[in-house]
């Protein structure tokens, strides 16, 4: 009997990666990436964006409601306040990668205008997006990796990974196959949403000072 399911049933992008072609090649097969049900509702795919030499690859946890109609991650409110956090603590925002670990807008739609609200991905379809990530960090192959928030954390450094406990400290981990060196931090939402903004903020730019100086 022959099978009907559909390429998303399978829960992995491993077949819509090509194998050769850098960056460019990447981000034109990403947006026909069919790999999971999250493409049904978002507007587009929002691939990684930056210098493909950059020593830093940044990696949050899904695009966001502005970066899911633009096409590009962080350029909305916590992309900013992150290139902010970033130029303070002595690193080049346009000398990063950035990306995330599930390349569609998850949402829930509520309120008047159907107001579209972020809704956490499922470890499963983080699961199902991970070759273009692993793809990603091949092709930039940075000398340091720094995760924003929980949830990607969680993606990269398993399900015991506490952003809280593990912030701010240098580690050394396995990614993907790839032995490389980690900083975790809060996602910059999370400073944007927190009552006492600037000592959430501070807190941000401290731990991105660690990468920094890992670079040095």
Not at 23 to 29: E, G, N, S, V
Not at 71 to 82: D, E, H, N
Not at 163 to 181: A, D, F, K, N, S
Request: proline residues 6%.
């Amino acid at each position: 009997m022959v099978s009907t399911k559909a390429p998303e049933d399978a829960y992995t992008a491993e077949p819509f990666v090509p194998e050769h072609g850098g960056l460019p090649a990447l981000r034109k097969a990403a947006a026909e990436c069919r790999g999971c049900p999250l493409h049904r509702d978002a507007t587009q795919t929002v691939f990684g964006n930056g210098d493909t030499d950059a020593r830093v690859l940044i990696v949050g946890e899904q695009p966001g409601d502005q970066e899911d109609r633009q096409g590009k991650p962080f350029v909305g409110p916590a992309g900013r306040l992150l290139d902010r956090a970033l130029a303070e603590a002595g690193i080049d925002p346009g000398q990063t990668y950035v990306t995330n670990t599930v390349k569609h807008f998850k949402f829930t739609s509520s309120g008047p205008g159907k107001r579209r609200i972020h809704k956490a991905p499922s470890l499963r379809e983080m699961t199902a997006c991970g070759p273009w990530l692993a793809a990603e960090l091949a092709v930039v192959d940075p000398e340091l990796i720094v995760i924003l928030g929980a949830t990607a954390g969680k993606a990269l450094l398993g399900s015991s990974f506490r952003v809280t406990q593990q912030r701010g400290m240098l580690l050394e981990e396995e990614i993907h196959g790839r032995q490389t060196r980690v900083v975790a931090t809060i996602h910059p939402s999370a400073a944007l949403r927190a009552d006492d903004r600037e000592a959430v903020y501070q807190g941000l730019v401290s731990d991105l000072k660690v990468a920094a100086r890992a670079l040095d």
